[in-house]
Protein backbone atom coordinates (compact mmCIF):
# COMPACT_ATOMS: atom_id res chain seq x y z
CA UNK A 1 0.00 0.00 0.00
CA UNK A 2 1.50 3.00 -0.94
CA UNK A 3 1.48 6.63 1.04
CA UNK A 4 -1.19 9.00 0.04
CA UNK A 5 -1.18 12.62 -0.59
CA UNK A 6 -2.76 14.68 2.13
CA UNK A 7 -6.47 15.71 1.15
CA UNK A 8 -9.26 18.03 2.59
CA UNK A 9 -7.51 19.44 5.99
CA UNK A 10 -10.82 18.57 7.46
CA UNK A 11 -10.24 14.64 7.55
CA UNK A 12 -8.70 12.77 9.57
CA UNK A 13 -5.06 10.95 8.69
CA UNK A 14 -4.64 7.83 9.83
CA UNK A 15 -2.21 4.54 10.16
CA UNK A 16 -2.99 1.19 9.77
CA UNK A 17 -2.06 -1.78 11.39
CA UNK A 18 -1.63 -5.46 10.71
CA UNK A 19 -1.00 -8.39 13.26
CA UNK A 20 0.23 -11.54 11.06
CA UNK A 21 -0.09 -14.36 12.70
CA UNK A 22 1.80 -17.54 10.92
CA UNK A 23 -1.37 -19.42 9.68
CA UNK A 24 -1.73 -15.91 7.35
CA UNK A 25 0.05 -15.61 4.03
CA UNK A 26 1.48 -12.38 2.81
CA UNK A 27 -0.72 -12.28 0.01
CA UNK A 28 -4.00 -12.48 2.74
CA UNK A 29 -2.74 -9.73 4.77
CA UNK A 30 -2.17 -7.33 2.21
CA UNK A 31 -5.99 -8.39 0.73
CA UNK A 32 -7.05 -7.66 4.91
CA UNK A 33 -5.31 -4.10 4.70
CA UNK A 34 -6.69 -3.12 1.13
CA UNK A 35 -10.35 -3.78 2.75
CA UNK A 36 -9.22 -1.94 5.76
CA UNK A 37 -8.12 1.22 3.75
CA UNK A 38 -11.33 1.19 2.13
CA UNK A 39 -13.21 1.07 5.05
CA UNK A 40 -11.06 3.76 6.78
CA UNK A 41 -11.86 5.85 3.49
CA UNK A 42 -15.40 5.38 3.35
CA UNK A 43 -15.52 6.52 7.16
CA UNK A 44 -13.95 9.79 5.76
CA UNK A 45 -10.23 9.00 7.10
CA UNK A 46 -7.04 9.54 4.29
CA UNK A 47 -4.80 6.90 5.18
CA UNK A 48 -0.99 7.87 5.06
CA UNK A 49 0.70 4.59 5.73
CA UNK A 50 0.40 1.50 7.10
CA UNK A 51 2.47 -0.99 9.23
CA UNK A 52 2.16 -5.36 9.09
CA UNK A 53 3.79 -6.66 12.31
CA UNK A 54 4.74 -10.89 12.31
CA UNK A 55 3.92 -12.46 15.10
CA UNK A 56 3.78 -15.87 16.91
CA UNK A 57 0.48 -14.64 19.04
CA UNK A 58 -1.08 -11.68 20.19
CA UNK A 59 0.12 -9.73 22.95
CA UNK A 60 -2.93 -9.54 25.64
CA UNK A 61 -1.86 -6.52 27.19
CA UNK A 62 -1.35 -4.48 23.78
CA UNK A 63 -2.30 -6.72 21.33
CA UNK A 64 1.27 -6.05 19.27
CA UNK A 65 3.70 -5.69 22.23
CA UNK A 66 4.40 -2.46 24.38
CA UNK A 67 7.71 -1.91 22.24
CA UNK A 68 6.53 -2.32 19.30
CA UNK A 69 3.46 0.18 20.18
CA UNK A 70 5.75 2.54 21.03
CA UNK A 71 7.17 2.89 17.78
CA UNK A 72 4.00 2.93 16.30
CA UNK A 73 3.14 6.11 17.99
CA UNK A 74 6.34 7.76 17.80
CA UNK A 75 5.69 7.34 13.66
CA UNK A 76 2.27 8.77 14.09
CA UNK A 77 3.39 11.46 16.00
CA UNK A 78 6.48 12.57 13.60
CA UNK A 79 3.25 12.33 10.71
CA UNK A 80 1.33 14.40 12.37
CA UNK A 81 -1.37 11.70 12.01
CA UNK A 82 -4.80 11.84 14.09
CA UNK A 83 -6.02 7.88 13.84
CA UNK A 84 -4.30 4.64 14.19
CA UNK A 85 -6.55 1.54 13.24
CA UNK A 86 -6.05 -2.16 13.93
CA UNK A 87 -7.47 -4.51 11.70
CA UNK A 88 -8.73 -6.50 14.17
CA UNK A 89 -11.12 -6.43 16.93
CA UNK A 90 -8.77 -4.95 20.26
CA UNK A 91 -10.01 -5.96 23.77
CA UNK A 92 -11.15 -3.31 26.38
CA UNK A 93 -7.99 -3.50 28.19
CA UNK A 94 -5.94 -3.69 25.21
CA UNK A 95 -7.46 -0.12 23.95
CA UNK A 96 -7.02 0.79 27.85
CA UNK A 97 -3.28 0.22 27.69
CA UNK A 98 -2.64 1.85 24.01
CA UNK A 99 -4.60 4.89 24.30
CA UNK A 100 -2.77 5.20 27.61
CA UNK A 101 0.62 5.16 25.63
CA UNK A 102 -0.28 8.06 23.51
CA UNK A 103 -1.59 10.42 25.97
CA UNK A 104 -4.52 10.48 24.48
CA UNK A 105 -3.12 12.61 21.69
CA UNK A 106 -3.79 10.28 18.93
CA UNK A 107 -7.42 7.94 18.47
CA UNK A 108 -6.71 4.35 18.85
CA UNK A 109 -9.90 2.53 16.42
CA UNK A 110 -10.18 -1.15 16.24
CA UNK A 111 -12.16 -2.37 12.53
CA UNK A 112 -15.35 -3.14 14.90
CA UNK A 113 -15.18 0.72 16.08
CA UNK A 114 -14.31 1.59 12.37
CA UNK A 115 -17.42 -0.34 10.69
CA UNK A 116 -19.80 0.81 13.50
CA UNK A 117 -18.77 4.02 12.66
CA UNK A 118 -19.30 3.53 9.27
CA UNK A 119 -22.78 2.10 9.77
CA UNK A 120 -23.73 4.98 12.02
CA UNK A 121 -22.98 7.72 8.86
CA UNK A 122 -25.00 5.99 6.89
CA UNK A 123 -28.62 4.54 8.87
CA UNK A 124 -31.00 5.89 7.93
CA UNK A 125 -34.42 4.52 8.94
CA UNK A 126 -35.37 4.10 12.37
CA UNK A 127 -34.75 0.40 12.58
CA UNK A 128 -31.38 0.91 11.56
CA UNK A 129 -30.50 3.76 13.77
CA UNK A 130 -31.85 1.76 16.65
CA UNK A 131 -29.72 -1.67 15.72
CA UNK A 132 -26.82 0.99 15.03
CA UNK A 133 -27.18 2.55 18.47
CA UNK A 134 -27.31 -0.51 20.48
CA UNK A 135 -24.80 -2.06 18.58
CA UNK A 136 -22.31 0.90 19.28
CA UNK A 137 -23.21 1.24 23.05
CA UNK A 138 -22.76 -2.61 23.34
CA UNK A 139 -19.26 -2.24 22.05
CA UNK A 140 -18.74 0.51 24.00
CA UNK A 141 -19.92 -0.56 27.68
CA UNK A 142 -16.77 -2.53 28.76
CA UNK A 143 -14.37 -0.13 26.77
CA UNK A 144 -15.43 2.99 28.88
CA UNK A 145 -12.70 4.98 29.99
CA UNK A 146 -11.91 8.60 31.21
CA UNK A 147 -12.65 9.74 27.09
CA UNK A 148 -16.25 9.14 27.22
CA UNK A 149 -17.59 10.63 30.61
CA UNK A 150 -20.49 12.70 31.40
CA UNK A 151 -23.06 10.76 29.52
CA UNK A 152 -25.99 12.43 31.37
CA UNK A 153 -25.68 15.34 29.13
CA UNK A 154 -26.54 13.48 26.23
CA UNK A 155 -29.24 11.20 27.74
CA UNK A 156 -30.19 13.44 30.66
CA UNK A 157 -33.59 12.54 32.30
CA UNK A 158 -34.99 11.28 35.55
CA UNK A 159 -32.35 8.67 36.99
CA UNK A 160 -28.99 10.10 35.59
CA UNK A 161 -27.84 11.20 39.13
CA UNK A 162 -24.93 8.59 40.95
CA UNK A 163 -25.82 7.68 44.43
CA UNK A 164 -23.35 7.86 47.26
CA UNK A 165 -19.64 7.34 46.25
CA UNK A 166 -20.57 6.56 42.40
CA UNK A 167 -17.56 7.40 40.27
CA UNK A 168 -18.25 8.95 37.22
CA UNK A 169 -17.30 5.82 35.14
CA UNK A 170 -20.11 3.91 37.10
CA UNK A 171 -22.44 6.61 36.41
CA UNK A 172 -21.68 6.18 32.56
CA UNK A 173 -21.69 2.48 32.54
CA UNK A 174 -25.25 2.27 34.19
CA UNK A 175 -27.01 5.31 31.33
CA UNK A 176 -25.43 2.62 28.79
CA UNK A 177 -27.56 -0.28 30.35
CA UNK A 178 -30.13 1.87 30.72
CA UNK A 179 -29.98 2.87 27.00
CA UNK A 180 -29.48 -0.80 25.74
CA UNK A 181 -32.45 -2.05 27.49
CA UNK A 182 -34.85 1.00 26.32
CA UNK A 183 -33.35 0.17 22.86
CA UNK A 184 -34.06 -3.52 22.90
CA UNK A 185 -37.72 -2.67 23.89
CA UNK A 186 -37.51 -0.62 20.87
CA UNK A 187 -36.68 -2.93 18.61
CA UNK A 188 -39.18 -5.76 19.67
CA UNK A 189 -41.88 -3.21 18.96
CA UNK A 190 -40.20 -2.04 15.46
CA UNK A 191 -39.80 -5.82 14.64
CA UNK A 192 -43.94 -6.64 16.08
CA UNK A 193 -44.66 -4.12 13.39
CA UNK A 194 -42.02 -5.49 10.74
CA UNK A 195 -44.07 -8.90 11.67
CA UNK A 196 -47.11 -7.54 10.95
CA UNK A 197 -46.26 -5.95 7.42
CA UNK A 198 -45.14 -8.93 6.45
CA UNK A 199 -47.78 -11.21 7.03
CA UNK A 200 -49.58 -9.66 4.21
CA UNK A 201 -46.84 -10.85 1.90
CA UNK A 202 -47.02 -14.86 2.95
CA UNK A 203 -48.70 -15.93 -0.23
CA UNK A 204 -46.11 -13.86 -2.44
CA UNK A 205 -42.75 -15.51 -3.53
CA UNK A 206 -40.15 -13.97 -1.83
CA UNK A 207 -36.27 -13.83 -3.23
CA UNK A 208 -33.85 -11.92 -1.20
CA UNK A 209 -30.32 -10.79 -2.76
CA UNK A 210 -27.28 -11.42 0.21
CA UNK A 211 -23.84 -10.84 -0.88
CA UNK A 212 -20.34 -9.35 -0.01
CA UNK A 213 -20.90 -5.28 0.29
CA UNK A 214 -20.44 -3.39 -2.32
CA UNK A 215 -20.94 -6.85 -5.16
CA UNK A 216 -23.65 -4.46 -7.05
CA UNK A 217 -27.20 -6.34 -5.61
CA UNK A 218 -28.66 -2.19 -5.44
CA UNK A 219 -27.58 -2.50 -8.97
CA UNK A 220 -28.74 -5.64 -9.92
CA UNK A 221 -32.43 -5.55 -8.24
CA UNK A 222 -32.81 -1.80 -9.89
CA UNK A 223 -31.68 -4.28 -13.08
CA UNK A 224 -34.35 -6.86 -12.39
CA UNK A 225 -36.86 -4.46 -10.72
CA UNK A 226 -37.12 -1.48 -13.03
CA UNK A 227 -37.12 0.88 -10.03
CA UNK A 228 -34.98 3.27 -8.70
CA UNK A 229 -32.84 2.57 -5.75
CA UNK A 230 -29.82 3.86 -3.76
CA UNK A 231 -26.43 2.83 -5.72
CA UNK A 232 -22.88 4.05 -4.69
CA UNK A 233 -19.30 2.86 -4.89
CA UNK A 234 -18.30 2.01 -1.49
CA UNK A 235 -18.39 -0.40 1.32
CA UNK A 236 -22.22 -0.14 3.31
CA UNK A 237 -23.67 2.09 0.82
CA UNK A 238 -27.81 0.88 1.74
CA UNK A 239 -27.88 -0.32 4.92
CA UNK A 240 -31.72 -0.60 5.27
CA UNK A 241 -33.49 -3.44 3.52
CA UNK A 242 -34.84 -2.36 0.11
CA UNK A 243 -38.17 -4.41 -1.03
CA UNK A 244 -39.78 -3.97 -4.51
CA UNK A 245 -42.49 -6.47 -6.02
CA UNK A 246 -41.23 -8.01 -9.59
CA UNK A 247 -43.56 -9.10 -12.24
CA UNK A 248 -42.16 -11.15 -14.93
CA UNK A 249 -45.32 -12.20 -16.36
CA UNK A 250 -46.97 -14.97 -17.02
CA UNK A 251 -48.68 -15.12 -13.74
CA UNK A 252 -45.14 -15.08 -11.62
CA UNK A 253 -44.30 -12.58 -9.72
CA UNK A 254 -42.25 -12.00 -6.24
CA UNK A 255 -40.93 -9.77 -3.76
CA UNK A 256 -37.36 -9.15 -4.33
CA UNK A 257 -35.42 -8.15 -0.57
CA UNK A 258 -31.88 -6.19 -0.70
CA UNK A 259 -29.81 -6.65 2.39
CA UNK A 260 -27.21 -5.17 4.19
CA UNK A 261 -23.56 -6.52 3.03
CA UNK A 262 -21.56 -9.00 4.13
CA UNK A 263 -17.96 -8.28 5.40
CA UNK A 264 -15.35 -10.46 6.60
CA UNK A 265 -14.78 -10.05 10.53
CA UNK A 266 -18.28 -8.23 10.78
CA UNK A 267 -18.68 -7.34 14.28
CA UNK A 268 -20.70 -10.17 16.45
CA UNK A 269 -22.71 -6.92 18.38
CA UNK A 270 -23.76 -5.81 14.74
CA UNK A 271 -25.34 -8.55 12.71
CA UNK A 272 -26.44 -9.68 16.50
CA UNK A 273 -28.71 -6.10 16.26
CA UNK A 274 -29.04 -6.83 12.36
CA UNK A 275 -30.44 -9.81 12.98
CA UNK A 276 -34.27 -8.42 12.42
CA UNK A 277 -33.22 -6.76 9.35
CA UNK A 278 -31.48 -9.73 7.98
CA UNK A 279 -35.01 -11.87 8.54
CA UNK A 280 -36.11 -10.68 4.96
CA UNK A 281 -33.17 -13.97 4.33
CA UNK A 282 -34.77 -16.60 6.76
CA UNK A 283 -38.18 -15.96 5.56
CA UNK A 284 -37.17 -16.10 1.69
CA UNK A 285 -37.99 -18.49 -0.49
CA UNK A 286 -34.94 -18.33 -2.75
CA UNK A 287 -31.83 -16.72 -1.78
CA UNK A 288 -29.64 -14.87 -4.44
CA UNK A 289 -25.96 -14.88 -3.43
CA UNK A 290 -24.05 -12.06 -5.57
CA UNK A 291 -20.50 -12.11 -5.96
CA UNK A 292 -18.12 -9.61 -7.68
CA UNK A 293 -16.13 -11.33 -10.70
CA UNK A 294 -13.70 -8.85 -10.63
CA UNK A 295 -12.70 -9.57 -7.02
CA UNK A 296 -9.77 -11.82 -7.24
CA UNK A 297 -11.01 -12.58 -3.50
CA UNK A 298 -14.35 -13.70 -4.75
CA UNK A 299 -14.28 -17.16 -3.58
CA UNK A 300 -12.79 -16.08 -0.20
CA UNK A 301 -16.14 -13.85 -0.25
CA UNK A 302 -18.53 -16.58 -0.87
CA UNK A 303 -16.83 -18.53 1.94
CA UNK A 304 -17.50 -15.12 4.58
CA UNK A 305 -21.55 -15.16 2.99
CA UNK A 306 -21.73 -18.76 4.45
CA UNK A 307 -20.52 -17.92 7.65
CA UNK A 308 -22.87 -14.69 8.01
CA UNK A 309 -25.65 -16.69 6.86
CA UNK A 310 -24.85 -19.95 9.48
CA UNK A 311 -24.05 -17.21 12.19
CA UNK A 312 -27.81 -16.41 11.74
CA UNK A 313 -28.86 -19.75 12.11
CA UNK A 314 -29.77 -19.62 8.08
CA UNK A 315 -29.26 -22.92 6.06
CA UNK A 316 -31.01 -22.11 2.99
CA UNK A 317 -31.34 -24.51 0.35
CA UNK A 318 -32.65 -22.85 -2.60
CA UNK A 319 -29.58 -20.82 -3.66
CA UNK A 320 -28.96 -19.41 -6.73
CA UNK A 321 -25.49 -18.18 -7.03
CA UNK A 322 -25.22 -14.78 -9.45
CA UNK A 323 -21.79 -13.41 -10.07
CA UNK A 324 -21.91 -10.27 -11.38
CA UNK A 325 -19.36 -7.31 -13.06
CA UNK A 326 -18.78 -9.53 -15.53
CA UNK A 327 -17.93 -6.60 -17.82
CA UNK A 328 -15.18 -5.78 -15.55
CA UNK A 329 -12.87 -8.67 -16.44
CA UNK A 330 -10.87 -8.47 -19.21
CA UNK A 331 -8.86 -11.26 -18.95
CA UNK A 332 -11.23 -14.57 -20.69
CA UNK A 333 -9.01 -17.31 -18.92
CA UNK A 334 -9.79 -15.97 -16.24
CA UNK A 335 -13.43 -15.63 -16.96
CA UNK A 336 -13.20 -19.22 -18.40
CA UNK A 337 -11.49 -20.34 -14.87
CA UNK A 338 -14.41 -18.79 -12.42
CA UNK A 339 -17.27 -20.73 -14.88
CA UNK A 340 -15.68 -23.91 -13.99
CA UNK A 341 -15.28 -23.73 -10.93
CA UNK A 342 -18.63 -22.45 -10.49
CA UNK A 343 -20.96 -24.46 -12.84
CA UNK A 344 -24.06 -23.54 -11.38
CA UNK A 345 -23.57 -20.17 -11.39
CA UNK A 346 -25.00 -17.66 -13.47
CA UNK A 347 -22.68 -14.87 -14.90
CA UNK A 348 -24.07 -11.30 -15.58
CA UNK A 349 -23.44 -7.56 -15.66
CA UNK A 350 -26.25 -5.74 -13.40
CA UNK A 351 -24.76 -2.22 -14.82
CA UNK A 352 -24.70 -3.20 -18.34
CA UNK A 353 -27.36 -5.65 -18.41
CA UNK A 354 -25.51 -8.42 -19.81
CA UNK A 355 -27.61 -11.79 -19.03
CA UNK A 356 -29.94 -10.56 -17.34
CA UNK A 357 -32.57 -12.65 -19.21
CA UNK A 358 -30.75 -15.59 -18.07
CA UNK A 359 -30.96 -14.69 -14.58
CA UNK A 360 -34.64 -14.03 -14.97
CA UNK A 361 -35.32 -17.07 -16.76
CA UNK A 362 -33.62 -18.93 -14.03
CA UNK A 363 -35.95 -17.03 -11.30
CA UNK A 364 -38.95 -18.24 -13.85
CA UNK A 365 -38.20 -22.06 -13.48
CA UNK A 366 -37.49 -22.09 -10.10
CA UNK A 367 -40.80 -20.10 -8.60
CA UNK A 368 -43.07 -22.40 -11.23
CA UNK A 369 -41.33 -26.01 -10.02
CA UNK A 370 -43.15 -24.68 -7.11
CA UNK A 371 -46.46 -24.23 -9.03
CA UNK A 372 -49.46 -26.61 -9.35
CA UNK A 373 -51.86 -26.17 -12.40
CA UNK A 374 -55.97 -26.93 -11.21
CA UNK A 375 -59.58 -26.49 -13.30
CA UNK A 376 -61.37 -23.27 -12.08
CA UNK A 377 -65.27 -22.92 -13.09
CA UNK A 378 -66.52 -19.57 -12.32
CA UNK A 379 -70.15 -18.97 -12.71
CA UNK A 380 -71.25 -15.37 -14.45
CA UNK A 381 -72.09 -13.92 -10.69
CA UNK A 382 -68.37 -14.87 -9.65
CA UNK A 383 -66.51 -12.66 -12.66
CA UNK A 384 -65.95 -10.20 -10.28
CA UNK A 385 -62.87 -12.27 -9.07
CA UNK A 386 -61.72 -12.38 -12.78
CA UNK A 387 -59.42 -9.72 -12.58
CA UNK A 388 -57.49 -11.08 -8.93
CA UNK A 389 -57.21 -14.79 -10.74
CA UNK A 390 -55.40 -12.89 -13.70
CA UNK A 391 -53.18 -11.25 -11.36
CA UNK A 392 -52.39 -14.00 -9.03
CA UNK A 393 -52.24 -16.83 -11.12
CA UNK A 394 -50.87 -18.13 -14.74
CA UNK A 395 -53.96 -18.59 -16.82
CA UNK A 396 -53.18 -21.28 -19.31
CA UNK A 397 -56.23 -21.54 -20.94
CA UNK A 398 -60.05 -20.00 -20.83
CA UNK A 399 -62.96 -21.41 -22.26
CA UNK A 400 -65.66 -19.00 -22.22
CA UNK A 401 -69.33 -21.04 -22.01
CA UNK A 402 -73.07 -20.42 -21.46
CA UNK A 403 -73.51 -21.23 -18.23
CA UNK A 404 -69.38 -19.70 -16.86
CA UNK A 405 -65.77 -19.59 -17.88
CA UNK A 406 -63.46 -22.31 -17.39
CA UNK A 407 -60.23 -21.66 -16.38
CA UNK A 408 -56.92 -24.11 -16.63
CA UNK A 409 -54.69 -22.26 -14.24
CA UNK A 410 -51.14 -22.41 -12.19
CA UNK A 411 -49.66 -21.19 -9.21
CA UNK A 412 -48.75 -21.58 -5.17
CA UNK A 413 -50.62 -24.23 -3.91
CA UNK A 414 -51.40 -21.20 -0.85
CA UNK A 415 -52.94 -19.15 -3.75
CA UNK A 416 -54.83 -21.23 -5.27
CA UNK A 417 -56.27 -22.86 -2.30
CA UNK A 418 -56.78 -18.91 -1.21
CA UNK A 419 -58.48 -18.05 -4.89
CA UNK A 420 -60.94 -21.11 -4.18
CA UNK A 421 -61.99 -20.42 -1.00
CA UNK A 422 -63.26 -17.53 -2.57
CA UNK A 423 -64.91 -18.23 -5.30
CA UNK A 424 -66.79 -20.64 -3.16
CA UNK A 425 -67.94 -18.85 -0.80
Given at each position: ?Q????Q ?8 L???Q????S????Q ?8 L?E?A ?17 A ?5 G??S ?6 K?L?L??I ?27 T ?14 E ?8 RLE??L????R ?18 G???IE??R ?7 T ?14 T??Q ?12 Y ?16 V??Q????A??D ?5 V????GV ?11 RK?P ?14 K????I?R???A?S??MQ??I??I??V??S ?18 D??D ?8 N ?7 A????K?N ?12 N?I??S ?7 L ?11 V ?18 D??KK???I???
Open positions: MSKKRAENKELALVAVLSDCDDQIVQLDELELATGAVVEDCIIQKRAKIDATFIGKKVSIIEQAEKQLIFNDELSPTQIKNIQKLTGDSIKILDRGLILDIFDNHARSRAKTQIKLAYMPRLTQWTHLERQMGGVGTRGGPETQIDRLIRNQIKLKLDLKKIQKQHSQTSRNSIYKIALVGTNAGKSTLMKSLSGSDYIDQLFTLTTTRKDLGGSFILSDTVGFILHDLVASFRSTLSEVDADLLVCDSPQSHKTDQLKLNITHENQLTVINKVDLVDELLAGLEKSPDAIFISHKSLIVLKKSIVGLIKSFRKLKLRFNQKNIEMIYEDLNIHRIDKYDGIELEVEGKSMLIENINK
